[in-house]
């Protein structure tokens, strides 16, 4: 074997030795740094995959929702508006939509109605989320009865209901026919909620907008970057609201990690004596320093990494769900991909194992050029 590593070796052997001379003391700060790593790997891996499932929802999506704006609120739009818009070039496909909310006061939650051609849902007939039909107990061919805002009443028969596995995006869905549609929110005909835009060229998309905004001042463009680009805010925002939170924690674990790290007890100063009183010499004395804390911090950081993946990829991250998913009355189930972001997990890496290792080598230093017999008499 190579004679350096060879000596490494025999240098990590005497460090294991040491560590389990002060096993106590050593486990309690292994387990205060696992717990700290844990947190702050849990969120990492959480939101870093909220953010990779939003994009991968949002891939899907138009490149261009516009809107009808009437004294700054969306408004409906009227059909002039499509063939305006098919005098823009660029325009590769144009659909008004039809959506809203309703308010179901039987679980005290929103709805989101969609309308869809007659050829997926017939008039009479609903599709309902998964979600919503867990929550109310509805199955295919089951009835169900809503109070529209003008005070009548709307019975459909559930012809299907969504897949789980759309859960996240149809969670609180009803689809309907059209016609069904208008006549529940009475909108007049040939009027859309909005209109769903794809362009040719992905790189024309701002002009592509611009020309909308400048040929329809009353409109407003919103562009699916910009829809992810708020996700991601949203997602850094309750990040940010958990590292808040656990800020004195994590500040207490600082403090408790640098005092040990930076100073020495006199078991330590005696034990560095007697090894530099028969002959170990100060730099072999700081390798082994070194490797102690480099053995604590790279095992508590594999563990609470490990222990933060388990967390999150297999029991949904429990402890953090209720805050970075959000909340809501149908709330959807989902399982999240497990997806990795290494330049996180080195970012993660570096301020959780170099600083505890750096700390170490001031005191090791101070006390490994001091004569070893005011070493071992101090």
């Known amino acids: 074997m190579n004679p350096w590593l060879e000596k490494q070796r025999h240098l990590i052997d005497f460090t294991l030795a040491s560590l389990g001379r002060r096993k106590t003391k050593n486990i309690g700060l292994l387990l205060a740094y696992t717990l700290l790593v844990f947190v702050l790997a849990s969120l990492t891996l959480f939101t870093h995959a909220l953010r990779s499932e939003a994009s991968f929802v949002l891939a899907g999506s138009p490149e261009v929702i516009l809107q009808r704006m009437v004294a700054g609120r969306h408004d409906l739009i009227p059909p002039n508006y499509i063939e305006k818009i098919g005098r823009i070039r660029g325009v590769q496909k144009k659909e008004g939509r039809l959506w ?6 039987v679980l005290n939650a929103n709805y ?20 919503l039909a867990r929550e109310r107990g509805l199955a295919a061919h089951n009835t169900i009865s809503f109070r529209s805002y003008s005070g009548k009443l709307f019975t459909f028969e559930v012809s299907a209901v969504l897949s789980p596995d759309s859960e996240l995006l149809s969670a609180d869905l009803v689809l309907l026919s059209e016609n069904d549609f208008r006549r529940f929110f009475e909108y007049p005909a040939g009027h859309f909620t909005d209109i769903a835009l794809s362009v040719a060229n992905p790189q024309e998309v701002r002009n592509i907008a611009a ?24 997602f850094d925002w309750r990040e940010g609201i958990v590292l808040t939170v656990l800020a004195g924690a994590i500040l207490a674990f600082a403090i408790l990690a640098w005092e040990k790290a930076s100073g020495l007890s006199a078991e330590e100063k005696r034990e ?9 010499e100060t730099g072999d004395v700081i390798r082994m320093k070194t490797w102690e804390g480099l053995l604590i911090s790279l095992s508590a950081f594999l563990l609470g990494f490990i222990a933060a993946y ?4 297999h029991f949904d991250a429990a402890v953090f769900e209720p805050v970075l998913k959000g909340w809501s009355v149908l709330y959807p189930r989902f399982t999240l991909v ?15 194992v170099f600083p505890y290792t750096a700390a170490v080598l001031v005191p090791i230093w101070r006390a490994a050029i001091t004569d070893p017999d005011a070493v071992m008499r101090a």
């Open 211 to 234: 020309k909308l905004s400048s040929a329809l001042p009353d409109s407003r463009p919103i562009l699916r970057e910009e829809v992810l680009r708020t996700y991601q805010s949203v």
């Open 310 to 313: 388990v967390h999150v990829f």
């Open 112 to 131: 989101t109605f969609m309308a869809r051609s007659a050829d997926e849902v017939a008039d009479g007939y609903i599709m309902v989320g998964n979600a």
């Open 272 to 280: 560095i004596g007697i090894l530099k009183a028969i002959g170990w």
């Open 100 to 105: 809203g909310y309703y308010y179901d006061t």
């Open 338 to 352: 497990p997806t990795v972001d290494g330049l996180q997990i080195a970012t993660l890496f570096f301020f959780t």
